[in-house]
């Protein structure tokens, strides 16, 4: 199972839970409530957006089916609010902190997650929109299913 595959699978995770939106093809009829999930990059738009990129522990490759994975997630308020990045970053907090013994994904694309973690925030300031960046990171161990 390739990176990309298990942040489908916490993104399908937290769209199940209401925490984020997730459409795997990553078109969303705007503005999207909760906010858009996506991939490795921040868009310009929407306001409102939540970012997965993750990474591995070093030593671990491509081909293990046991592995702690290093998320990071970037959450972005709107534009002059200082408090809905917060309520975004901690409803998703709510969702995969502490999370045990737990299937995440769609059927055939699924993982294994017996435990994960939030190891740290950071605030990373407004863009130049005004817009207020949060970045919080977890290790999640997966295994296949």
Same mark, same amino acid.
């Given at each position: 199972?390739? =990176?990309?595959?298990?942040?489908?699978?916490?993104? @399908?995770? *937290?769209?199940?839970?209401?925490?984020?939106?997730?459409?795997?093809?990553?078109?969303?009829? *705007? +503005?999207?409530? /909760? /906010? /858009?999930?996506?991939?490795?990059?921040?868009?310009?738009? +929407?306001?409102?957006?939540?970012? *997965?990129?993750?990474?591995?522990?070093?030593?671990? $490759?491509?081909?293990?089916?046991?592995?702690?994975?290093?998320?990071?997630?970037?959450?972005?308020?709107?534009?002059?609010?200082?408090?809905?990045?917060?309520?975004?970053?901690?409803?998703?907090?709510?969702?995969? @902190?502490?999370?045990?013994?737990?299937?995440?994904? /769609?059927?055939?694309?699924?993982?294994?997650?017996?435990?994960?973690? @939030?190891?740290? $925030?950071?605030? *990373?300031?407004?863009?130049?929109?005004?817009?207020?960046?949060?970045?919080?990171?977890? =290790?999640? @161990?997966?295994?296949?299913?």
């Amino acid at each position: 199972m390739t =990176l990309d595959d298990i942040l489908a699978a916490i993104a @399908h995770r *937290l769209d199940a839970a209401g925490a984020a939106t997730w459409t795997a093809a990553g078109a969303y009829t *705007l +503005p999207a409530s /909760p /906010p /858009p999930i996506f991939l490795d990059v921040m868009p310009t738009a +929407p306001d409102e957006v939540a970012v *997965l990129s993750a990474g591995t522990i070093p030593g671990q $490759t491509a081909l293990d089916t046991d592995r702690i994975v290093q998320l990071q997630i970037r959450t972005r308020g709107p534009v002059g609010d200082t408090t809905g990045v917060h309520i975004t970053a901690g409803t998703i907090r709510g969702v995969i @902190h502490d999370a045990t013994v737990q299937v995440w994904g /769609p059927i055939g694309a699924q993982i294994y997650v017996p435990l994960a973690v @939030h190891t740290s $925030t950071a605030m *990373l300031g407004m863009d130049a929109n005004r817009r207020l960046l949060r970045s919080d990171n977890y =290790l999640i @161990h997966t295994q296949e299913v």
